[in-house]
């Protein structure tokens, strides 16, 4: 399915073009000339935005995982925004969000390790002891 998008993605865009030049170059009546190149700009419209991706099935099993991952990718932005904030302004209550921040990561990668591996649907087989282990390491 991933290679049908990928080509989707590419000939739908050179469709498009191919109608807009036949709609000037070879159509002789106007009004068919603007069907037709209305028709062509719908069909670019579709492959340049991936319109087409909703009509086709999905792919994924892993949408706990992938949720998680989404979670985590929003908390390295608003690290970033924040570290970039304690570097223009140092302040005490900055750093305390970004220690918080860095505490919110850990435990998001701790739900991604209990995920991974789990098609949507199903529980984990193995209950996975990654926050013992975890507290265990860092009282080391």
Excluded: C
């Excluded at 932005?77 to 990561?105: C, F, G, P």
């Amino acid at each position: 399915m991933r290679i049908f998008r990928k080509f989707l993605a590419i000939i739908l865009p050179i469709l498009g073009g191919i109608l807009l030049l036949y709609s000037a170059v070879v159509e002789p009546t106007i009004q068919r000339q603007f069907l037709i190149l209305g028709i062509g700009f719908i069909v670019i419209l579709v492959g340049a935005w991936r319109l087409f991706h909703g009509l086709l099935p999905n792919e994924r099993r892993f949408f706990k995982l992938r949720g998680e991952v989404d979670a985590f990718v929003k908390l390295v932005r608003h690290l970033n925004t924040e570290s970039y904030q304690l570097k223009q302004n140092a302040s005490l209550h900055r750093s305390q969000v970004i220690q918080d921040l860095q505490n919110e990561m850990h435990a998001a990668v701790d739900r991604m390790v209990e995920v991974a591996g789990v098609p949507s649907g199903s529980e984990p087989s193995v209950a996975l002891d990654t926050q013992q282990e975890y507290d265990q390491a860092a009282a080391l």
